[in-house]
């Protein structure tokens, strides 16, 4: 965990209409992760226009301001005082895996308003920080293998539907058992098992971001008969959807 990491403030800021940044500078540090529409914000002299799933580092005592309107825009906010280390080097990127994020800024708000203390709050902001480093690519370098981070890109590009590990392979053009092998010394997981956890990170990015109805999802998600879709879910997270929805159901939410 970071030090010294003191939370004060967490929501989801959504538009009504045309909307733009209002001038302000404050002593905090602030970052927005933007989920749908564009956000257009000036910060000393710098123009940022950050894209759905992309984050921008709003810097303490540092103007800053919005330089273009937008309209249908929803983003997650948080400040805090302290350590940045995690994030050192990032201004501004893009979260290629978003749901994990979209999930820890979720039990933030789901802790604010539910009063579990300050200090569980600020644990949970440490989190998001290095979630944020991590996703966006400052971490230690690794094994990295060229097919194996081919075979991953599919994956999570076709996570929607029903993948088997053949068509994998089949992509790839290397067969079923060398390739689990390889996924093995990346992941530490089998084929089966990357495409199950990144279906079901798609599952709950929809659950969390666009409140669809439950079959509705389910059919977005490649499920041929709804009843699979709930054996799918509460066999892989252990709750039932309805369940979830309780769970991570609390939103702050301003408009202005």
Request: include cysteine.
């Amino acid at each position: 965990m970071l030090e010294n990491i003191k939370n004060c403030g967490i929501g989801k800021f959504v538009s009504r209409g045309s909307w733009i940044h209002g001038e302000r500078t404050i002593d905090s540090y602030e970052i927005i992760f933007v989920t749908k529409g564009d956000v257009y914000i000036n910060e000393a002299r710098v123009e940022y226009h950050v894209k759905p799933y992309e984050f921008l580092l709003l810097e303490p005592n540092l103007c800053h301001f919005g330089y273009k309107h937008s309209t249908d825009t929803e983003f997650f906010w948080f400040h805090w005082y302290g350590d940045v280390k995690a994030i050192r080097r990032l201004k501004y990127g893009k979260i290629e895996n978003p749901y994990s994020l979209i999930f820890y800024l979720r039990q933030m708000i789901t802790a604010r308003i539910m009063q579990k203390g300050e200090k569980y709050i600020d644990c949970l902001t440490s989190l998001v920080l290095q979630e944020i480093g991590f996703a966006s690519g400052y971490r230690n370098s690794g094994l990295s293998i060229p097919v194996i981070e081919k075979a991953a890109a599919w994956i999570r590009a076709n996570c929607c539907g029903e993948i088997t590990e053949a068509q994998v392979a089949e992509y790839c053009q290397y067969s079923t058992d060398y390739l689990n092998r390889l996924f093995k010394s990346v992941y530490s997981q089998t084929i089966k098992q990357y495409i199950n956890g990144k279906r079901m990170e798609y599952i709950k990015e929809l659950m969390l971001c666009d409140n669809v109805p439950l079959k509705e999802l389910a059919s977005q998600a490649g499920f041929s008969e709804y009843k699979y879709f709930l054996k799918f879910f509460k066999y892989h997270e252990k709750i039932t959807p309805t369940e979830f929805y309780k769970q991570y159901a609390y939103q702050h939410i301003n408009s202005r």
